[in-house]
């Protein structure tokens, strides 16, 4: 049980995570590096009066630097398929169709879980803005993560209006509460970068957690096809 | 590690409780090593993947 549940997360997300850092490379990567040239005080603007190019140069592909990059996008993917693969294979023995198909609504409630419900409130951040200390908006990361999961599984299993009582609670809680937040801003980096690098994370975001869900779906039930007929023989 | 916890797992494969609640344990590891420990050497080496993936960096 515990090799085809690892078997079909490592997968699942080696193939999604592999996929997600090529695009992130190329969608993400520059918005990420043009903030840093902001943030290290290369280039500087002020508001209406900016002299600062929109379009300067960027440093290119770094072997080293998006390798690891590559190879950490892969890992965090893998470490969400344990735990997708996990929460499907329950699901499973409860009475749910688990395959490619079903896995992108799975995807997608991931997607909700660990990016959308923590980005509404700690919007993905670019390189040099202004946050609250990072324990404490790990701390919050965490919690708001954990209850829209709950959420997103009362929203699909519940047979009662109590569940879904609920999960509008856990959904909209973590807002409600708020977030660690800086006292003041004093972020370089001008807001058109800031507002794109967020979009581009979620975006990228959403297409990594449909792929994921659905090579989870995917491969779980091959592996679950697999053993059923080793056992019938 | 992952070795153990499979000869573990296979001792009591008749709920498959204990596997599943080891992979998703595993899985959090994966996720709070890779993207949250704050040791400079790790947020370093994932630091563009963690701005990228929304996750709180510094």
Known sequence: ???????SALFAGAAAGLIIALVQLFFVQPVLLHAELYEG?????FGTESTASATPELPGFDAVRDGLSIIFTMLIY???????????????????AIDARTGLI????????????????????????????????????????????IAMWL??????????G???????????????????????????????????????????????????????????????????? | MIVKTASTAQATSASGLVSVIAIAALGLGVIFVAGHVQAAALHDAAHDVRHATGFPCH
Do not use: K
């Open chain 1, 166 to 233: 609920a999960a509008v609670v856990l959904l909209l809680a973590p807002h409600v509460i708020g977030a660690p937040e800086p006292e003041v801003f004093t972020g370089p980096v001008p807001t058109e970068i800031g507002a794109l690098f967020a979009s581009r994370a979620l975006g990228t975001g959403l297409a990594a957690w449909v792929m994921l869900g659905a090579f989870a779906g995917f491969f779980w039930s091959r592996e679950s096809e697999t053993t059923g007929q080793a056992q019938t023989v």
């Open chain 1, 106 to 149: 799975w995807g997608v409630a991931g997607f909700v879980a660990v990016h959308l419900a923590p980005g509404f409130t700690l919007a993905p951040e670019v390189p040099g803005v202004a946050a609250a200390d990072v324990y404490e908006r790990q701390i919050w990361w965490f919690a708001t993560v954990l209850t829209a999961a």
């Open chain 1, 1 to 7: 049980m515990f090799t085809r549940l690892l078997t």
């Open chain 1, 78 to 96: 893998s470490g969400y398929a344990m735990i997708l693969v996990a929460l499907m294979s329950l699901a499973e023995s409860r009475g749910a």
């Open chain 1, 41 to 45: 005080g290369d280039l500087v603007h």
């Open chain 1, 155 to 164: 929203i699909a299993f519940s047979r009662n209006w109590a569940g879904w």
